[in-house]
């Protein structure tokens, strides 16, 4: 998976992918593997995690990765990213994460993010999640950065799953990237 991940990350920067998770084993080995990919590519890494697995995350990162290194990661609490505005508010999340990547972007310093998805109950707004996702594939292509967005895959209702699949040109699954078949670019929707 790594290695065919990572050639798509080398010839094509403008990369979006749904990665679905069953077990927390296998979701930290895959944040870890992509973060040391990323450093070793010469990419800071945004990870954009909760704080009960970003601990665990960090204990195996501090095991595989110099000091120097380490501080290529940066750390974004997913609550404050999602909840910026006091609720899911997808332009409010846009206009944090463009603040947030303003520098990278200023400086031309090459950068991948991976976003750990999550909300407290099925009454959050799972509709807003596309709009949302429809917002981030087009940031993806303009900024030209990797970026894989997590969710559990058992929180998941088959709707959301549809969407998800539909927003998301490529997909993690078990430790393979694969094209979405469901995948409508942004092109094709404005027309």
Same mark, same amino acid.
């Given at each position: 998976?790594?290695?065919?991940?990572?050639? +798509?990350? @080398? *010839? &094509? %920067?403008?990369?979006?992918?749904?990665?679905?998770?069953?077990?927390?084993?296998?979701?930290?080995? #895959?944040?870890?593997?992509?973060?040391?990919?990323?450093?070793?590519?010469?990419?800071?890494?945004? +990870?954009? @995690? *909760? &704080? %009960?697995?970003?601990?665990?995350?960090?204990?195996?990162?501090?095991?595989?990765?110099?000091?120097? #290194?380490?501080?290529?990661?940066?750390?974004?609490?997913?609550?404050?990213?999602?909840?910026?505005?006091?609720?899911?508010?997808?332009?409010?999340?846009?206009?944090?994460?463009?603040?947030?990547?303003q520098p990278y972007l200023e400086k031309e310093i090459p950068f991948r993010s991976w976003a750990h998805v999550e909300w407290a109950t099925m009454k959050d707004p799972l509709h807003?999640?596309?709009?949302f996702e429809k917002i981030v594939d087009e940031a993806v292509n303009s900024l030209s950065?990797?970026?894989?967005?997590?969710?559990?895959?058992?929180?998941?209702?088959?709707?959301?799953?549809?969407?998800?699949?539909?927003?998301?040109?490529?997909?993690?699954?078990?430790?393979?990237?694969?094209?979405?078949?469901?995948?409508?670019?942004?092109?094709?929707?404005?027309?």
């Amino acid at each position: 998976m790594r290695s065919n991940m990572n050639q +798509l990350f @080398e *010839n &094509e %920067r403008s990369v979006h992918v749904l990665y679905s998770y069953k077990e927390s084993e296998s979701y930290i080995e #895959q944040v870890v593997g992509f973060i040391q990919d990323g450093i070793e590519a010469g990419d800071y890494v945004i +990870l954009v @995690e *909760n &704080e %009960r697995v970003y601990p665990m995350i960090h204990k195996v990162l501090s095991t595989r990765l110099s000091k120097d #290194q380490m501080e290529l990661v940066h750390f974004v609490n997913n609550f404050d990213f999602y909840y910026s505005s006091g609720s899911y508010h997808p332009p409010a999340i846009t206009d944090y994460f463009t603040q947030m990547v303003q520098p990278y972007l200023e400086k031309e310093i090459p950068f991948r993010s991976w976003a750990h998805v999550e909300w407290a109950t099925m009454k959050d707004p799972l509709h807003l999640i596309e709009d949302f996702e429809k917002i981030v594939d087009e940031a993806v292509n303009s900024l030209s950065f990797p970026l894989i967005c997590a969710y559990e895959g058992e929180k998941m209702p088959e709707h959301l799953k549809k969407i998800l699949m539909e927003t998301h040109p490529f997909v993690l699954v078990e430790n393979e990237l694969v094209v979405s078949e469901q995948y409508i670019p942004m092109a094709d929707i404005k027309k």
